[in-house]
Nanobody, 120 residues
Framework: QVQLVESGGGLVQPGGSLRLSCEASGFALSMYAMSWVRQSSGKGLEWVSDIDSGDGATDYAESVKGRFTISRDNAKNTLYLQMNSLKPEDTAVYYC?????????????WGQGTQVTVSS
């Protein structure tokens, strides 16, 4: 069964850190470009970061650049998002997603999402 399962969300104070995980099954995520996308309450989807297949080149939204790091462990077939220096505006449901075609940021497989809440 092809699926993505996120974990690692939670409540954290401003300035804190979290690491999100996204375990893939049914396909090798190293073969595809993968993204993290978030959705805040009442807002649309916002692309956060992606990592290419092959050389693993990464890209980030300006709002998270320098604070978030995307990575993957091919042996564990798992995608990660390390989030540091979290801000209240990072509060959202975070989804991992598989790109249909690398570079298009169009997705054909989504995880169920994990809630991140940044609040004191």
């Amino acid at each position: 069964q092809v699926q993505l399962v996120e974990s690692g969300g939670g409540l954290v104070q401003p300035g804190g850190s979290l690491r999100l995980s996204c375990e893939a099954s049914g396909f090798a995520l190293s073969m595809y470009a993968m993204s993290w996308v978030r959705q805040s309450s009442g807002k649309g989807l916002e692309w956060v970061s992606d990592i290419d297949s092959g050389d693993g080149a990464t890209d980030y939204a300006e709002s998270v650049k320098g604070r978030f790091t995307i990575s993957r462990d091919n042996a564990k077939n798992t995608l990660y998002l390390q989030m540091n220096s979290l801000k209240p505006e990072d509060t959202a449901v975070y989804y991992c997603a598989k790109e249909k075609v690398a570079g298009t940021r169009e997705y054909d497989i989504w995880g169920q999402g994990t809630q991140v809440t940044v609040s004191s």
